[in-house]
């Protein structure tokens, strides 16, 4: 089979499923009353709406079911784990996507949500999907692997934090889907087209991701007509496994999301600088920041978008390991900036309505 012919049926059934299983959960939501409710840092028009958040359901069954029928395509496979790590996303993603379900239905606290994805994260080290190494941006060679319980701990970091991030990236409409988009789209061209041979089964399962999350962001976007929910932990944990599947493409994360993994480094940082709890929500991420200062939701989530699919594309143009190790740096450099000036004009803002 072509590989183009693979990329489409993969890419068509996840899209398909994604749009036509979304207003079911729509309709789910609505009767069981798992929606949203206004409060806290929960202040957008969706919550007063009380928009229905049951997005991990057309997510999950998406993204699997396309999983699914991309392993039984007859295209070349080059790793001889593939099987093993596939399960392993697979269990992993129903593990994680279970965890959001009866958070969107009990309201867990922050310990019961961390340990379902220590659960999820533990599925997926189990099963062979973890990071054995990176590349050094001054050499540009691989380093040698490291010892098992350096490679165990870095791989529950990274997929935790991924977890979390794209978790607390959740609050305005589209953002989380858009940028699980925009983040597949760049490891999709990165195995497909750039790495040599090409890796097209392990491209086959970012398209699932890009389908999947394209056909909700059909309704999610604003104003949504739902809302991710748990979901927004399944988007973060097959970001997290689908960057390290075929061989770790950290760069390409880090750039593409380096906004909203600075934006959680800074809001734990400042939590516990504060004395709180650094997994005690509150409004002080950025997002929320810049729809305090005026900004629309609109406004903020397309400058997301453009931003993030910045520095994502520069790690398809540049070959270098080094410039791209500049690259993050002037992009970290940048976001930096950014936060001091929303707290200043945030502070600003503060004094003169006082």
Known sequence: MAAWSAFVIVFVLALGLSIVLTPLAIGLGKRYRIIALAGGRHQTEGDKRGVPKLGGLPLFVSFAAAALVAQLLPVPRLDPYEVIRLAGLLLGSMVIFIVGLLDDLFHFRA??????????????????????????????????????????????????????????????????????????????????????????????????????????????????????????????????????????????????????????????????????????????????????????????????????????LLTLVIESQFYKFIALAVMLGLVALGFVFVSRSRQTDSSRSS
């Open 111 to 312: 310990l019961p949500q961390f340990l379902g994805q220590f659960a999820a994260a533990a599925v997926a080290i189990i099963f062979q999907i973890f990071i054995e190494y990176v590349n050094n941006p001054l050499s540009g060679q691989q380093t040698e692997p490291w010892p098992y319980i350096v490679t165990v701990a870095l791989s529950f970091f990274w997929l935790v934090g991924m977890m979390n991030t794209v978790n607390w990236l959740d609050g305005l409409d589209g953002l989380a889907a858009g940028m699980a988009f925009i983040a597949g789209t760049m490891l999709f061209v990165n195995s497909a087209f750039r790495v040599e041979p090409p890796q097209t089964s392990v491209s086959l399962l970012h398209l699932a991701l890009m389908g999947s999350s394209l056909g909700f962001l059909l309704y999610n976007f604003y104003p949504a007509r739902i809302f991710m929910g748990g979901g927004a932990m399944l988007l973060g944990y097959l970001l997290g496994t689908l960057s390290i599947i075929g061989g770790a493409k950290m760069a390409t994360i880090l750039l593409v999301m380096g906004l909203p993994l600075m934006d959680v480094a800074w809001q734990v940082l400042n939590r516990v600088w504060q004395g709180r709890s650094p997994f005690e929500g509150d409004r002080g991420h950025v997002h929320f920041r810049l729809l305090d200062l005026g900004f629309s939701q609109r406004q903020i989530v397309l400058v997301y978008y453009l931003f993030c699919a910045f520095f994502g």
